[in-house]
């Protein structure tokens, strides 16, 4: 059965300390159900596994935050992008929440969500992780069948969980404080530092996005060839072994098979062992410092809630050290 990881955390001053934030919240794209998923993650008995088999201290305030006393009243559309103040107003606060459980060194698990709220968790840990450790900057893998790095110009659906990596690595700016001009220089990643895996459904301007500004990016093509043994070796060695790592982690990289039960899922993807080996060897580096599950929405599929639920869980438990022997 489990047991808890042996593996030396770097990066972490509490590294047995587990910081978890629910946030059911979905404004970042448009169906209902993906604000659900905190609730369904934790009745699966994600947490308690945590606990009882990996032996983490979990920091979790038993709340699902969906922000509501935060709502803006009205909420047009603003450069294209649909609900900005609303999703601007719950990743600022998220980023404060992420923001005090990394600066107390303490592993940071965000349960999404949509995918915009990754705004909010890795703008907090990018900051604390600054001020902790002499200016570190924060590298994230980002595993995703898409890239999520429309500016809100160059977007074809508005909807902001297609934007956070724009945001995040200043490629899209913008100074009205109540649509992200919250956002500092501290809390901003280096594209040098970013790495994608799983993508397979990337949009025409966002590919020339990643050309650019020669992005490190892993496609499914790129895993059919050197299989995903080798794409994260190259992943890592990108990264560098001396960086805190956060991993950002769509349940929709996984083929549909694994993870039916998302707003957007694409064919083709990783299949569960996969995504679990992904962030098995990340756990592995000792240098992982956060990670965000998005995207599980229980409500797309009745058959396949439970297996896009399970998969999830699998995938969390891996990162936080699980290992099969
Ligand atoms: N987090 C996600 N599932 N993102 C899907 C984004 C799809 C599309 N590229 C868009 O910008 O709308």
């Not at 107003?89 to 929440?97: D, I, K």
């Not at 990394?102 to 940071?108: M, R």
């Not at 050309?211 to 050197?226: K, L, N, P």
Request: hydrophobic letters at 40%; charged letters at 25%.
């Amino acid at each position: 059965m489990t047991q808890p990881s042996t593996i030396p955390q770097k990066f972490l001053t509490r590294p047995h300390e587990l910081g978890v934030v629910a946030v059911g919240f979905s404004g970042g794209q448009c169906k209902p159900g993906v604000e659900a998923a905190p609730v369904a993650l934790i009745a699966s008995g994600l947490l308690e596994q945590l606990r009882d088999d990996l032996d983490y201290d979990v920091h979790y305030d038993n709340m699902v935050h969906n922000y509501t006393d935060i709502m803006p009243t009205s909420d047009s559309e603003y450069r294209n992008m649909k609900k900005p103040r609303a999703v601007s107003a719950v990743t600022q606060r998220l980023s404060e929440q992420a923001y005090e459980h990394a600066k107390q060194g303490k592993f940071v698990l965000t349960l999404g969500g949509d995918h915009s709220i990754a705004i909010g968790t890795i703008s907090g840990i990018a900051k604390a992780i600054r001020e902790r450790l002499e200016g570190r900057e924060l590298a994230v893998i980002w595993v995703d069948a898409h890239a999520d790095i429309n500016t809100p110009e160059i977007s074809q659906s508005g909807n902001i969980h297609g934007m956070p990596v724009a945001f995040l690595t200043g490629l899209a700016k913008e100074e009205n404080k109540d649509i992200f001009g919250w956002l500092e220089k501290e809390h901003l990643i280096n594209v040098s530092k970013l790495v994608y895996i799983g993508l397979r459904d990337v949009d025409r301007e966002e590919k020339k996005l990643l050309r650019e500004h020669s992005i490190r990016a892993f496609s499914m093509h790129d895993i059919d060839r050197h299989g995903i043994g080798r794409v994260v070796e190259m992943a890592l060695a990108h990264i560098g072994n001396d960086t805190p790592i956060h991993l950002s982690f769509d349940v929709d990289a996984l083929d549909p098979q694994w993870a039916p039960s998302t707003g957007t899922p694409v064919r083709g993807g990783l299949t569960l062992r996969e995504g679990d080996f992904i962030a098995e060897c990340v756990h592995q580096t000792g240098n992982l410092v956060g990670m965000d599950l998005v995207e599980v929405n229980p409500s797309l599929e009745t058959s396949g809630a439970s297996d896009t639920i399970r998969t999830g869980c699998s995938l969390v438990r891996s990162a936080l050290g699980d290992s099969l022997l």
